[in-house]
């Protein structure tokens, strides 16, 4: 009996696949339709102006459509840079109710306002890129639906195994079994980007869905009203692969998290509507049933193990064993029967085997949300090759550039008017960013990451970034002190103890002729939380700075600039640790051939053994975990073809 369900499942993924060998085709729209395209951005200032572009190049008459982007909640150029390619910007600062879901509410609430509303309303994620007929397609859809959703695909990077890989995933997942559904007469289902709505069913059935699986959640939400959104498969939408494995990872926790969640929550809705006779739910709920992929095949996997092992030992378990070997026949059949419908290229085809490394990458993070998820959370997705000279590492980004070429962006950056914030990251930042969202968000939203400690440069490298040297936070300071002294820009210090911000304010001016230090504040020490922000930002305002350090400590000290960027009104913050300390002489630097050599810190140690004993021993075990999973994805993931 144990067999039943995922034989069940597999027939239902093989059944798809077959009937995704022949998909429908539908004309092209000239409705008419006036079609504004909503595009959900938080901080997304690299990848925005492609998508505005992509969209504005549709086909699609331009009287008949609008292209506004959501600034939410951004501390970046998402605005300026989304209104310089040609979208209509709105801003929306709410931090209590972050999330694209929420995000798209707000717009949908505001667009069904106005005095002359849109007929319908696309959504369209800011990383993607939309191909020309994308909107043509989508409203030749409303004819079948209210609700429609493209083909939503990946933009495969050919030189990397995982970025195939994922490719595939989207393929099976989108392509076919939403071209299967679509072949067998069946709803599709939602999946976030590439959507359609008519004017009429937002009215209808507003938009109520904030979870991380939003689409999932609508989905079902129109599913119970009656509502059966249809596919459109020559409507096309790309976006990029999930930069690294930590990025993957987290994607994958919250997609497949979701889901189980989406699982726990509908699918007693569901069945409940079914007893009652509604059978038009019946396929809903067999979807929503089939669990992930990857816990799919482990399952058969494990199942046609245990049956085998049974018969060799003797049991009368043969017809179990028949039964878990037909599942793995089927599920083998939907890949090959799939990706054939899929056209999957040949290069695909050999990716499959490196096919157990991303597994198991996605059973880390089943092992994460089984152990505590949060359907709730929202957090954004780094994303592959968001600039040049950068790897995501320990899902943070990592800028390989020489001190002076920092100095170089930073000196630009002066009297901008627009806040840079730069980390120095050390190998406490990557740990912390393992265990805290909120730190490895902000890390992924600053201007600049600068490698400040070995290991950071170490793993960089590992990563197949060229960082060409560490920049240390402790040198960077005094060099971008007088950079701002030569741009006529002064400076305040906040943070330290016991008169530390004071007296390495002091040094700064005996060492730097012109120098304004504009103020200097050394709050208490208190919880992020309860620290007099208000008196804190108007000694700032009041001292007309322009270049920001705060000594508060990591993560305190990156955290406050975060939270406050909007009301920061300085061009450059920077947070600096003990470099207070350091310039007033009551903390000493190793010698320059530890710090040359990546021994900086073992000097540190012995200065603060009880304090830094055990931060190190967790920084050590982060060390070995990042470089481990760095070296798997490089040698496992990466393309064994010669360049």
């Known amino acids: 009996m144990a067999a039943v369900p995922p034989l069940l499942c597999c027939a239902y993924l093989f059944t798809l696949a077959l009937s995704a060998l022949r998909p429908p085709r539908f004309a092209a729209s000239r409705s008419g339709h006036r079609l504004a395209v909503l595009i959900p951005a938080h901080n997304e200032e690299l990848l925005v102006a492609r998508c505005v572009r992509s969209l504005l190049a549709q086909t699609w008459p331009e009287r008949q459509r609008r292209v506004i982007v959501i600034a ?50 696309a959504v369209v994620d800011a990383d993607s890129l939309a191909d020309p007929g994308l909107l043509e397609h989508l409203d030749a859809g409303l ?64 938009w109520d869905a904030f979870s991380g699986v939003e689409d999932l959640e609508y989905t079902l939400h129109l599913r119970l009203a009656g509502i059966r959104p249809a596919y459109a498969p020559q409507a096309l939408v790309f976006g990029p692969v999930a930069a690294g494995r930590g990025a993957t990872v987290r994607q994958r926790e919250r997609w497949e998290g979701g889901r189980l969640h989406a699982m726990h929550v509908w699918f007693p809705r569901l069945g409940r509507q079914i007893l009652r006779g509604r059978l038009d739910l019946l396929d809903a709920a067999v979807d929503l049933a089939v669990p992930p992929l990857a816990i799919l095949a482990g399952g058969v996997a494990l199942g046609a193990a245990a049956g085998t092992v049974l018969v060799i030992t003797g049991a009368p378990a043969g017809w179990a064993v028949g039964g878990w070997i037909l599942a793995a026949a089927l599920l083998l059949g939907f890949i090959v029967v799939g990706l054939v419908a899929a056209g999957a290229a ?23 949300f089984l152990s505590g998820f949060d359907p709730g959370r929202w957090e954004r ?124 304010g002091r040094v700064l001016q005996a060492r730097i002729p012109g120098l304004q230090v504009a103020g200097v504040l050394e709050p208490p020490r208190s919880p992020l939380e309860a620290m007099d922000n208000d008196a804190i930002l108007a000694a700032i305002r009041a001292s007309g700075a322009d270049l920001l350090l705060v000594a508060l400590g990591h993560p305190k000290q990156d955290l406050w600039i975060a939270r406050h960027a909007g009301q920061l009104p300085v061009s450059v913050a920077v947070g600096v640790g003990c470099a207070f300390d350091l310039l007033a002489a009551r903390v000493r630097r190793a010698p320059t051939w530890m710090q040359g050599n990546g021994l900086e810190w073992l000097f540190r140690l012995f200065q603060e053994p009880g304090r830094l004993a055990s931060r190190y021993a967790t920084d050590l075990r982060w060390l070995i975990t990042i470089a481990a999973g760095g070296l798997y994805e490089r040698v496992l993931l990466q393309p064994s073809e010669p360049a």
């Open 72 to 121: 939410d909640n951004c501390s970046d150029s998402t605005a300026r840079v989304a209104g310089e390619a040609g979208a209509e910007v709105w801003q929306r600062t709410d931090p209590n109710a972050r999330g694209k879901g929420r995000a798209l509410r707000w717009a949908i609430d505001r667009l069904l306002a106005e005095p002359s509303p849109p007929d319908a309303v």
């Open 381 to 504: 997705t780094a994303r592959t090759a968001e600039r040049p000279g950068q790897a995501v590492v320990g899902g943070v980004r990592i800028d390989a550039m020489t001190m002076e070429a920092v100095r170089t962006r930073l000196r630009l950056a002066f009297g901008s008017g627009r806040l840079h914030q730069v980390a120095t990251v050390n190998m406490d930042f990557l740990a912390r960013a393992q265990v805290n969202p909120e730190v490895r968000a902000v890390l992924n939203q600053t201007a600049l990451n600068i490698p400040d400690g070995a290991p950071v440069v170490w793993l960089g490298r590992l990563r197949g970034l060229q960082v060409p040297e560490r920049v240390a936070g402790a040198d960077l300071v005094p060099l971008l002190v007088g950079d701002a002294a030569r741009a006529g820009s002064s400076v305040f210090l906040l943070g330290g103890e016991g008169g530390a911000a004071a007296a390495a």
């Open 346 to 368: 040949a290069a695909d085809w050999l990716a499959l085997l490196a096919a157990p490394a991303l597994i198991a990458l996605k059973l880390v993070a089943y092992r994460r």
């Open 143 to 206: 004819e079948r639906s209210p609700a429609v959703q493209a083909e939503y695909l990946v933009l495969a990077d050919p030189g990397s195994r995982r970025s195939r890989l994922v490719a595939l995933g989207f393929l099976l997942f989108h392509r076919v079994r939403l071209g299967g559904r679509a072949g067998l007469g069946l709803p599709a289902a939602l999946v976030g980007n590439g959507m359609l709505f008519a004017r009429a069913l937002l009215e209808e059935q507003p």
